[in-house]
């Protein structure tokens, strides 16, 4: 089963990945596979330092690049050999992050539509100001992290969310106000033992 962590800069991702990794080894029984986008590839590292200065077409074009490698060389065999995958960032971080850099939604659309659609997309949500007093304590922004505001981002998020539910993607909404990131995860295995359930008899 291919999961896919998605939300604003800031909002928990990372944290709420890894968590979910440990506690879905427990309850599935099943190995957990953990990775994020950009990749830990050559690739991918690059990418995370030239996102300063590699920008709108050419990092929209890079960061597909990368997902493709991504889904070719380690998600579709992680699966095959029987691992639950959880990516902390996916497709929709494109439909967010490379319009904030002024790329169109269907050019992204364009460089992504081949790419494996996830079993589920868990879309995490907070409060802006939440999201921004966060973002306001690191020591130092990204240019897209400065470029963007977490209200933006949230819009944006809105927007691919609709869109890809045209395309028949299955994405869940988790609400993580006033809930620390256990109680998040919590909310997310009781959106996934249905879906595990389904799968463990099929
Ligand atoms: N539910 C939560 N409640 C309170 N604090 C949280 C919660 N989730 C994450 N945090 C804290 O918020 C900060 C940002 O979390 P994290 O790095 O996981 O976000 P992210 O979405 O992966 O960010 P980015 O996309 O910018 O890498 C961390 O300090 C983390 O401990
Ligand atoms: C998946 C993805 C990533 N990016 C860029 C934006 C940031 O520079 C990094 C992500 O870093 P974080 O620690 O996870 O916030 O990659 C992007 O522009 N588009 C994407 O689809």
Same mark, same amino acid.
């Not at 409060?127 to 981002?153: C, F, K, N, Q, Y």
């Given at each position: 089963?291919?999961?896919?962590?998605?939300?604003?800069?800031?909002?928990? =991702?990372?944290?709420?990945?890894? +968590?979910?990794?440990?506690?879905?080894?427990?309850?599935?029984?099943?190995?957990?596979? @953990?990775?994020?986008?950009?990749?830990?590839?050559?690739? !991918? =590292?690059? @990418?995370?330092?030239?996102?300063?200065?590699?920008? !709108?077409? *050419? @990092?929209?074009?890079?960061?597909?690049?990368?997902?493709?490698? /991504?889904?070719?060389?380690?998600?579709?065999?992680? +699966?095959?050999?029987?691992?639950?995958?959880?990516?902390?960032?996916?497709?929709?971080? #494109?439909?967010?992050?490379?319009?904030? %850099?002024?790329? %169109?939604?269907?050019?992204?659309?364009?460089?992504?539509?081949?790419?494996?659609?996830?079993?589920? #997309?868990?879309?995490?949500?907070?409060?802006? /100001?939440?999201?921004?007093?966060?973002?306001?304590?690191?020591?130092?922004?990204?240019?897209?992290?400065?470029?963007?505001?977490?209200?933006?981002?949230?819009?944006?998020? !809105?927007?691919?969310?609709?869109?890809?539910?045209? /395309?028949?993607? /299955?994405?869940? =909404?988790? %609400?993580?106000?006033?809930?620390?990131?256990?109680?998040?995860?919590?909310?997310?295995?009781?959106? +996934?033992?249905?879906?595990? *359930?389904?799968? #463990?008899?099929?």
């Amino acid at each position: 089963m291919f999961i896919v962590i998605e939300g604003p800069n800031g909002v928990g =991702k990372t944290t709420v990945a890894g +968590l979910l990794a440990t506690r879905l080894r427990h309850r599935a029984g099943r190995p957990v596979h @953990l990775t994020t986008e950009p990749t830990r590839t050559r690739l !991918g =590292k690059l @990418l995370r330092e030239a996102e300063a200065v590699i920008h !709108g077409r *050419a @990092l929209a074009l890079a960061i597909a690049a990368d997902r493709t490698m /991504h889904v070719e060389d380690e998600i579709i065999p992680a +699966l095959d050999a029987g691992n639950i995958v959880i990516s902390d960032r996916y497709v929709q971080s #494109s439909l967010v992050l490379q319009r904030v %850099d002024a790329v %169109d939604l269907r050019e992204i659309w364009i460089y992504n539509r081949y790419v494996l659609q996830p079993a589920v #997309s868990l879309y995490l949500t907070d409060d802006p /100001h939440v999201i921004g007093a966060r973002l306001a304590a690191r020591p130092s922004l990204t240019r897209l992290e400065a470029t963007g505001t977490p209200e933006r981002e949230l819009q944006l998020y !809105g927007q691919a969310i609709e869109f890809l539910d045209r /395309h028949s993607w /299955h994405q869940v =909404k988790i %609400d993580c106000r006033g809930r620390n990131p256990d109680q998040v995860v919590s909310v997310i295995l009781d959106t +996934l033992d249905p879906l595990l *359930a389904r799968r #463990s008899a099929a």
